[in-house]
């Protein structure tokens, strides 16, 4: 995908797209600006008034809980309008176009799509046919990205751990079907991180996965060992057309992350994970609810990331602790 549709001639986020083409400069602006929206939760007033007057309108063509309600918050907190269209009973069901959908919803003044699909590539496809003024966020399409989940994941590794430079970080789970693997590799290289470990066995593996600057390893053991941040993945049953794995069981007595597993990291590993979270599967319950786990802080942060995105798409820069 091309670097220049989500930036402006002067280098600045027009739309936000995917991870691949933005140097490291960018990504570290997302965080910082983030940090600088972190506190506005906190306050009494939950709200600063950066984005008064404009729309946005999510378009959530898939399901979603974490994604969808931390933006619809995150632009509510910026003092946004935020539409929040039920795809489900919309024209879509009547045999209206994605772009037909788009056009009417121009014509209503908007400001801003957040658009999830099923289809890899549906939010650049907006990105490219809608009015100039108008900017698109990808809440994750298809397999390809996931731009947002990735930075929320980079802002909560920064909090935790201050640099990238220096750590080792394993992705363990189903990453041939992720979206949010793909585009946390992206990230964590552009940041600088020393090693990035991707932990499946091979059914679960991109062919040629030692091209996205990745270390595959295939057993627990040795992929753990040493390492700062474990980040598991669910098994992405809806992207699977065939049968990839003996059974759960099996993957979780392999790959399944559990109290035994994860000492074998640092003793001050954090534990992440983009939600849903499948208990029993790839997770114990004693790993997700235990004392090194971030999981719920990464939503949290869900927030003032996609604050920052939002206001830097729409040419408005930080905000107020
Ligand atoms: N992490 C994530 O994308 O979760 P949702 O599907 O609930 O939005």
């Given at each position: ?8 001639e ?5 739309h936000f ?25 906190e ?9 008064r007057?404009?729309?946005?309108v ?24 935020v ?16 772009l ?34 108008i ?13 947002t ?8 590794i ?6 990238f ?17 793909r ?19 091979k059914t679960?593996l991109p ?26 993945l669910?098994l992405?049953?809806e ?35 983009p ?11 004693s790993?997700?609810?235990?004392p ?5 802080q ?6 003032a ?17």
């Amino acid at each position: 995908m091309s670097r220049h549709i989500q930036l402006t001639e002067h280098g600045k986020l027009k739309h936000f797209l995917t991870i691949e083409g933005l140097d490291k400069a960018l990504l570290t602006e997302i965080l910082v600006t983030a940090e600088s929206f972190a506190g506005v939760s906190e306050h009494q007033v939950k709200k600063v008034p950066l984005l008064r007057g404009k729309t946005i309108v999510n378009l959530f063509f898939e399901n979603s809980t974490r994604t969808r309600t931390t933006f619809e918050l995150a632009a509510t907190r910026l003092s946004a309008d935020v539409l929040s269209m039920n795809i489900a009973t919309s024209a879509t069901s009547k045999g209206e176009s994605l772009l037909d959908t788009i056009h009417n919803l121009e014509a209503m003044h908007v400001d801003m799509f957040v658009v999830r699909h099923a289809i890899s590539g549906a939010a650049h496809f907006i990105a490219q046919h809608t009015a100039p003024h108008i900017s698109v966020i990808n809440a994750g399409d298809g397999q390809h990205a996931h731009p947002t989940q990735a930075m929320l994941d980079m802002f909560t590794i920064r909090q935790y751990k201050k640099q990238f430079e220096g750590l080792k970080i394993a992705i363990v789970g189903d990453i041939l079907h992720s979206r949010v693997a793909r585009s946390q590799i992206l990230a964590l290289n552009t940041l600088g991180v020393s090693e990035v470990r991707v932990i499946a066995p091979k059914t679960l593996l991109p062919a040629h996965v030692k091209n996205m600057g990745v270390i595959p390893l295939y057993d627990m053991a040795e992929g753990l060992s040493d390492v700062d941040v474990v980040i598991m993945l669910r098994l992405q049953k809806e992207r699977m057309n065939s049968a990839f794995l003996p059974s759960e069981s099996e993957f979780f007595r392999c790959y399944g992350l559990t109290e035994a597993k994860l000492a074998l990291a640092k003793s001050d590993a954090i534990v992440m994970h983009p939600g849903p979270i499948n208990r029993g599967v790839e997770i114990a319950s004693s790993v997700a609810d235990g004392p090194q786990s971030v999981i719920l802080q990464q939503v949290s942060n869900g927030i003032a990331v996609r604050m920052a995105i939002m206001t830097m798409t729409l040419g408005h820069q930080g905000g107020t602790s």
